[in-house]
């Protein structure tokens, strides 16, 4: 089964954060961390992951450093983010390059799962972080006018 795993999980919500601070603020790996409960040096090996592929700009070491990002949150797409935490995106691993399949030259399945594979590629590849923080205020306003309906 296809899953994001925590490691992106976590880049997402840390890339998210960082794009809803002021443009040019500094955000410090342990203000993160504290946020979202995640494990500090889970989350620094992360953001260096993303800094490394030009996703984010680290900057000094120590109490006055952090990360700002390298590109504006609409310029930045989940499968990017994805890539650069956990490496090329499979659904299959035949396709990757790193084994053999002994089934190539009989597979009736391959093709249209490599199809699938681009599709959802092409789908990450397509949703930036800017509309992820988007969705995720329309849902909140959603869920708040509900309960004030209900309440």
């Not at 955000?27 to 090996?45: D, F, G, M, R, S």
């Not at 310029?75 to 890539?83: A, D, H, P, Q, T």
């Not at 009989?106 to 093709?111: E, F, G, S």
Request: glycine share 8%; aromatic share 4%.
């Amino acid at each position: 089964m296809f899953k994001l795993t925590k490691k992106t999980d976590y880049g997402l919500m840390a890339i998210h954060y960082i794009a809803s601070q002021d443009k040019g603020v500094i955000v410090n790996t342990k203000t993160i961390a504290e946020i979202y409960q995640i494990p500090l040096e889970l989350l620094a090996k992360i953001l260096q992951r993303l800094a490394k592929r030009g996703i984010m700009i680290s900057h000094q070491n120590g109490p006055k450093g952090g990360y700002t990002l390298n590109k504006r949150p609409e310029e930045i797409s989940v499968g990017e983010v994805i890539e650069a935490i956990e490496g090329p995106i499979h659904v299959i691993r035949c396709v990757d390059g790193e084994e053999e399949c002994l089934h190539i030259g009989r597979c009736a399945v391959r093709t249209p799962l490599q199809k699938i594979e681009r599709n959802i590629i092409d789908l990450l590849n397509g949703i930036t972080v800017d509309q992820m923080g988007r969705e995720e205020n329309m849902l909140s306003r959603e869920e708040n006018t509900l309960s004030t309906v209900e309440g």
